[in-house]
């Protein structure tokens, strides 16, 4: 297995330096036409009838995304422990394909390589099996009245997120840090699932995007994996339903200057009972640091709960100024829990809260895409042949500690550089201070404390393609 590791982290790095020889300008890109079809070579393949590829009836595009991460741990022994070793991992290793039927259909079919990352856990499979990331057709419309534009989506897809959440799924590589925040993290699950999506603009200024779904299901039934006997995931029960809603509003979106403002809901059922046994959720909420080597450890953790439902309330802010942009969100999640006859203090729904501000700023003057009907902020396009230069900083908190609930808290303190060496290839250092109170279930040998003081150093080479 560790043979099998290290063969796979040289196939990233070599697929990763190829990438960057084959998109290292634009100015490379290549333009063939046949029998009415054009395609175009500019790091992927993109294949369209007609002249202009922003108003072709048929189109196709073949892409992909691979991330590699070098993370370094650093502290005492009590510190660090067995939970945070030092070392590299894949990140991420996703094929695309999507393209469009007609005037309004288009489809999106994502490959993902290294699944477990799709379902939250904190260790990489470094690309042990091959999975559906994304999976979807979508019908849209235009000019339907005060309504801008419409979207109805049906299949497989990440439900409507905050704007931190966001751009780690699927194809995007738009993260402004290694990770997203804590809280979001922790909070924002299910991560994938398939139902029907529907959103729509109105007035230049409004996007509603809501979802009706069920939590994606892992490609095991087995009885030692404990998400197939959990909550939604429950391979005896009928998968439970969840829904999500967001609203924003952004009366100022031009090139150099955005306002931003949003709020973000979810709902989801739990199974609470497995042929007449209570089933609990392990690890209902967790999160861990905002970086990630091969195996790291989420300390932040609420354990083992008996819910029938939870539900997630979020609040967000963005504003950029050319080069400058600011985010923050706040999450909050209330848990309506199953009571246990014999123990008083499982009466109590448990509350739990997270948040986090960031922001940046581009050191050689370009300024982050906003992408107005998803509302969050795309990477830049290097305007020199140099690349774009970005600092960022975040601070970011988790509380998962509530009634009889001892889940833990967490800060981080990160900053970090982003170098955009072109279109296709970013590369990024980050540098985190987590200080981390772990869950009261959480082992701790004696003679030890049980906080941990991190310093935490990554480095992530990302193509897109």
């Known amino acids: 297995m560790k043979k099998r590791s290290t063969k796979l982290k040289w196939i990233g790095v070599t697929l990763a330096s190829l990438g960057a020889l084959a998109s290292s ?35 196709f595009q073949l892409g992909g995304r691979l991330a590699f991460d070098e993370t370094f741990f650093a502290g005492g022994w009590q510190d660090r422990r067995d939970d945070f070793p030092t070392g590299a991992n894949i990140r991420y290793a996703r094929l695309m394909f999507r393209g469009g039927v007609g005037d309004y259909l288009t489809y999106n079919l994502t490959l993902n390589f290294n699944h477990s990352q799709l379902n939250g856990d904190a260790v990489s499979s470094n690309g042990t099996s091959v999975d559906f990331e994304d999976a ?9 009245g005060v309504i801008d534009k419409a979207d109805i989506r049906v299949g497989q897809f990440t439900p409507p997120t905050s704007i931190d959440d966001w751009t780690r799924y699927g194809t995007e590589n738009d993260t402004f840090l290694l990770e997203p925040a804590l809280e979001t993290t922790a909070f924002l699950r299910p991560m994938k699932a398939l139902g029907v999506w529907a959103d729509a603009s109105a007035f230049d200024m409004f996007v509603l995007s809501t979802a009706v779904y069920q939590p994606r299901q892992n490609n095991t039934n ?30 100022v979106h031009t090139d150099c200057m955005v306002y931003h403002l949003g709020i973000l809901g979810r709902y989801q059922s739990m199974n609470n009972v497995r042929s007449g046994v209570p089933v609990f959720q392990p690890n209902l909420f967790r999160t861990g640091p905002e970086a ?20 997630v309330v979020s609040g967000e802010a963005l504003a950029m100024w050319g080069p400058a942009w600011i985010e923050g969100e706040y999450h909050r999640a209330d848990v309506q829990r199953v009571p246990t006859i014999t123990v008083s203090s499982t009466r109590d729904n448990p509350e739990f809260h997270g948040w986090h501000l960031q922001g940046g700023y581009m050191l050689t003057g370009e300024s982050r895409v906003y992408d107005y009907m998803t509302g969050t902020l795309r990477n830049p396009s290097p305007a020199e042949r140099c690349g774009a230069w970005e600092i960022v900083a ?21 900053v970090g550089v982003n ?4 279109d296709n290839v970013r590369i990024a250092a980050n540098y985190i201070r987590a200080d981390i109170h772990p869950n009261a279930v959480a082992a701790v040998p004696v003679g030890t404390k049980a906080e941990r003081e991190l310093d935490i150093f990554a480095l992530r080479f990302g193509i897109e393609f």
């Open 25 to 59: 300008s634009n100015a490379m890109a290549h333009v063939h036409s046949h029998k009415g079809m054009r395609a175009e070579s500019d790091g992927g393949i993109l294949v369209y009838s007609g002249n202009d590829c922003n108003d072709c009836p048929y189109w």
């Open 394 to 414: 975040r601070y970011s908190y988790v509380n998962l500690a509530d009634r009889d609930i001892q889940g833990g808290s967490e800060h981080n303190t990160s």
């Open 292 to 311: 990630r080597a091969r195996n790291t450890a989420e300390l932040a953790n609420t354990g083992a709960i008996r819910a029938r439902s939870y539900n």
């Open 222 to 251: 087995q009885a030692n994996n404990v998400n197939s006997v959990n909550n939604y995931f429950n391979a005896g029960r009928s998968d439970r339903l969840g829904t999500a809603g967001r609203l924003t509003f952004v009366p």
């Open 136 to 144: 979807w057709l979508n019908a849209c419309s235009s000019d339907l």
């Open 419 to 422: 170098w955009f060496v072109n």
